[in-house]
């Protein structure tokens, strides 16, 4: 079973580009929306919208709360997540193809 959040979750990604070095989808959602399980590789997110959500992976719980116009490095990991704000998520990632999938970075989860 594919694990790419295009295909398990494909009412919250969207592709909006892809060549053979990057993926760029776009991610929305509204509070109280749930994603299941899920892979990235190392990408770069880019926040449109300020927003508040839980992201579970196995035994680990980390809530994020990031504001709008926000970059950050995402390591490659596997996880779930939650809108647990009162405003609706919008955000972009960049892909980085070749990358290691799945893989969890040194905090496991979510962005660094």
């Not at 694990?3 to 580009?17: A, M, Q, R, S």
């Not at 959602?29 to 190392?42: A, E, K, N």
């Not at 579970?56 to 809530?63: C, D, F, I, N, T």
């Amino acid at each position: 079973m594919s694990l790419d959040p295009t295909v398990t979750n494909p009412e919250h990604y969207k592709v909006i580009f892809e060549n053979d070095k990057v993926r760029v989808l776009e991610y929305t959602d509204q509070p109280g929306d749930r994603t299941t399980p899920h892979t990235h590789p190392d990408s770069v997110m880019y926040t449109l919208s300020s927003f508040r959500r839980r992201l579970v992976s196995g035994e680990l719980q980390r809530e994020v709360e990031l504001e709008s116009g926000t970059v950050g490095w995402l390591p490659a990991q596997r996880h779930h997540g939650e809108n647990i704000g009162d405003t609706p998520t919008h955000v972009v990632f960049v892909e980085l193809k070749g990358a290691s999938e799945g893989a969890s970075g040194p905090d496991g989860l979510g962005p660094e």
